[in-house]
Protein backbone atom coordinates (compact mmCIF):
# COMPACT_ATOMS: atom_id res chain seq x y z
CA UNK A 1 0.00 0.00 0.00
CA UNK A 2 1.34 3.49 -0.92
CA UNK A 3 0.02 7.04 -0.87
CA UNK A 4 0.78 9.68 -3.24
CA UNK A 5 0.29 13.10 -2.71
CA UNK A 6 0.78 15.97 -5.41
CA UNK A 7 -0.49 19.28 -6.59
CA UNK A 8 1.69 21.56 -4.15
CA UNK A 9 3.23 24.69 -5.55
CA UNK A 10 4.04 28.35 -5.11
CA UNK A 11 0.68 30.83 -5.42
CA UNK A 12 0.55 34.54 -4.30
CA UNK A 13 -1.86 35.14 -1.50
CA UNK A 14 -5.63 34.66 -2.21
CA UNK A 15 -4.47 31.94 -4.44
CA UNK A 16 -5.87 28.35 -4.75
CA UNK A 17 -4.34 24.78 -5.11
CA UNK A 18 -5.81 21.56 -5.02
CA UNK A 19 -3.75 18.41 -3.48
CA UNK A 20 -4.62 14.97 -4.25
CA UNK A 21 -3.84 12.00 -2.27
CA UNK A 22 -4.15 8.51 -4.07
CA UNK A 23 -3.74 5.39 -2.49
CA UNK A 24 -2.66 2.17 -4.39
CA UNK A 25 -2.07 -1.13 -3.66
CA UNK A 26 -4.31 -3.98 -2.45
CA UNK A 27 -6.51 -2.61 -0.01
CA UNK A 28 -9.73 -3.88 1.86
CA UNK A 29 -10.49 -0.75 3.07
CA UNK A 30 -9.94 2.92 3.51
CA UNK A 31 -10.92 4.28 7.32
CA UNK A 32 -9.92 7.49 8.13
CA UNK A 33 -8.44 10.37 5.85
CA UNK A 34 -6.20 13.04 6.81
CA UNK A 35 -4.60 16.02 5.66
CA UNK A 36 -1.67 17.52 8.03
CA UNK A 37 0.81 20.18 6.79
CA UNK A 38 4.42 21.45 8.63
CA UNK A 39 5.66 24.47 8.55
CA UNK A 40 9.63 25.08 8.61
CA UNK A 41 10.67 24.83 13.09
CA UNK A 42 6.78 23.84 13.61
CA UNK A 43 4.99 20.61 14.47
CA UNK A 44 3.07 19.14 12.40
CA UNK A 45 -0.31 19.99 12.55
CA UNK A 46 -4.01 19.19 11.62
CA UNK A 47 -5.46 20.24 8.66
CA UNK A 48 -8.64 18.32 7.66
CA UNK A 49 -9.80 14.88 8.41
CA UNK A 50 -12.45 12.45 7.77
CA UNK A 51 -13.29 9.79 10.25
CA UNK A 52 -15.07 6.91 9.15
CA UNK A 53 -17.29 8.34 6.67
CA UNK A 54 -18.56 11.52 8.24
CA UNK A 55 -18.15 15.23 7.14
CA UNK A 56 -14.99 16.93 7.08
CA UNK A 57 -13.37 18.08 10.01
CA UNK A 58 -10.91 21.63 9.84
CA UNK A 59 -8.74 23.44 11.86
CA UNK A 60 -9.95 26.77 12.54
CA UNK A 61 -7.07 28.31 10.95
CA UNK A 62 -8.80 27.04 7.84
CA UNK A 63 -12.44 26.96 7.56
CA UNK A 64 -14.45 28.58 5.23
CA UNK A 65 -11.12 28.23 3.18
CA UNK A 66 -10.07 24.55 2.27
CA UNK A 67 -12.29 21.96 1.62
CA UNK A 68 -11.71 18.15 1.66
CA UNK A 69 -13.54 15.61 -0.39
CA UNK A 70 -12.99 12.40 -2.34
CA UNK A 71 -12.54 11.69 -5.32
CA UNK A 72 -15.17 9.78 -8.52
CA UNK A 73 -12.81 6.88 -7.22
CA UNK A 74 -12.54 4.97 -3.79
CA UNK A 75 -8.83 5.67 -3.94
CA UNK A 76 -8.28 9.68 -4.30
CA UNK A 77 -8.77 12.02 -1.91
CA UNK A 78 -8.41 16.08 -2.31
CA UNK A 79 -7.57 19.18 -0.41
CA UNK A 80 -9.17 22.31 -2.04
CA UNK A 81 -7.26 25.44 -1.29
CA UNK A 82 -8.89 28.98 -1.78
CA UNK A 83 -8.05 32.16 -0.67
CA UNK A 84 -4.44 31.12 0.46
CA UNK A 85 -2.31 32.91 2.84
CA UNK A 86 1.42 33.44 3.54
CA UNK A 87 1.00 31.57 7.00
CA UNK A 88 -0.64 28.35 4.98
CA UNK A 89 3.44 27.77 3.50
CA UNK A 90 4.00 23.97 4.99
CA UNK A 91 4.96 21.34 3.49
CA UNK A 92 1.87 19.08 2.95
CA UNK A 93 0.84 15.55 3.72
CA UNK A 94 -1.80 13.27 3.75
CA UNK A 95 -2.45 9.92 5.97
CA UNK A 96 -4.93 7.58 5.51
CA UNK A 97 -6.16 4.80 7.59
CA UNK A 98 -6.20 1.42 5.40
CA UNK A 99 -6.83 -2.39 6.15
CA UNK A 100 -4.46 -3.87 3.79
CA UNK A 101 -5.57 -7.28 1.54
CA UNK A 102 -4.34 -9.25 3.74
CA UNK A 103 -4.15 -8.14 6.73
CA UNK A 104 -7.04 -8.00 9.36
CA UNK A 105 -6.54 -4.78 10.92
CA UNK A 106 -6.21 -1.16 9.76
CA UNK A 107 -2.55 0.71 9.75
CA UNK A 108 -1.87 4.20 9.35
CA UNK A 109 0.07 5.02 5.89
CA UNK A 110 1.47 8.75 5.02
CA UNK A 111 2.25 10.27 2.13
CA UNK A 112 5.71 11.78 0.71
CA UNK A 113 4.49 15.11 1.29
CA UNK A 114 3.96 18.12 -1.35
CA UNK A 115 5.11 21.75 -0.35
CA UNK A 116 2.47 24.83 -0.71
CA UNK A 117 4.30 28.08 -1.17
CA UNK A 118 1.86 31.17 -0.43
CA UNK A 119 3.77 34.12 -1.08
CA UNK A 120 2.09 37.68 -0.12
Known amino acids: VQLQASGGGSVQSGGSLRLSCVAS????????IAWYRQAPGEQRELVAEIISGSTPNYADSVKGRFTMSRGDDYYTYWLQMNNLRPEDTAVYYC???????????????WGQGTQVTVSS
Open 25 to 32: GSIFSIND
Open 95 to 109: SMSIRPANSKWPEDY
